[in-house]
């Protein structure tokens, strides 16, 4: 087991593509366990997911968070996955006292959505760490998910990993399933987005439809985007970045993660 450690804990981003890969082994299911056996033993885990969109902005409470089986069409096998992690009124509250700029609410009915759950089996498959999730406000534009990240940084130096859970190019509609080129603008917007990153020019991907036609078909909605900001918030002058995974499933799904530390 890897021991705690008083350093700042990475923040992590990952693209986490199909419900499926909570089951099924690939090239980045072994990524992710990889990056979780590199990093400290977080106490916590606070988890921004694309699947929980709010009229406000919340934060699981709950002592023992549910296993939301938030899809369908997928094979009975997935719906019979538990991910039995305790939640953390504690750190519910602590979230919504360091937040300023904006009214956190404490919620008792969400849960673990497989934004996140379908992630954190695979890294922490003891299901043995708190966990509490952050919604996405759906009425408040990019800008305001970059800058809440920077808010809640200093969570950072208390043991708690931060993830995001989205992918940086995510078109359903789009989908291939017959081939594994990737479209060219998908690829396009991915590369340009990995080079923004590693730049640190994080004003530009927070503007992103300025990018122009590639973010218009890689974003066509931007909940699964939206984590990918808010961790790049919590990135510290000089800190590194790296990618920890990378490719294109099915055409038009990134599944590039990302490592602030």
Request: net charge negative; glycine share 8%; hydrophobic share 40%.
């Amino acid at each position: 087991m890897t021991p705690h450690t008083t350093q700042r804990m990475p923040a992590i981003f990952i693209g986490h593509g199909s419900p499926m890969n909570a089951i099924e082994e690939n090239e980045y299911v072994t990524a992710w366990r990889d990056v979780a056996a590199s990093i400290p033993r977080p106490k916590a885990i606070l988890c921004i997911s694309a699947h929980w969109e709010t009229d406000g902005t919340f934060v699981t409470a709950m002592a023992q968070p549910q296993t939301i089986h938030d899809f369908f069409g997928f094979p009975d096998e997935l719906f019979q996955v538990h991910y039995p992690a305790p939640g953390s009124p504690e750190l519910a509250k602590q979230v919504r006292g360091i937040v300023k700029a904006t009214t956190v609410e404490l919620d008792s009915r969400w849960g673990l959505d497989h934004g996140s759950w379908s992630v954190l089996r695979r890294m922490y498959p003891e299901a043995d760490i708190p966990i509490v999730q952050l919604s996405l406000n759906r009425t408040e534009q990019p800008r305001f998910h970059y800058e809440l990240g920077r808010e809640l940084a200093v969570l950072r130096s208390e043991e708690v990993l931060i993830l995001g859970s989205g992918n940086i190019v995510h078109n359903l509609r789009m989908l291939q399933w017959h081939t594994r080129e990737p479209y060219p603008w998908a690829s396009g917007f991915d590369k340009a987005a990995a080079e923004l990153i590693t730049s640190g020019n994080h004003d530009q991907l927070v503007d992103y439809p300025a990018i122009g036609e590639t973010a218009h078909l890689s974003i066509p909605t931007n909940e699964h985007y939206l984590p990918l900001l808010f961790i790049l918030g919590l990135q510290q002058p000089g800190e590194p970045v790296s990618f920890f995974a990378e490719g294109l499933s099915l055409g038009s799904l990134s599944m590039r993660s990302v490592k602030i530390g």
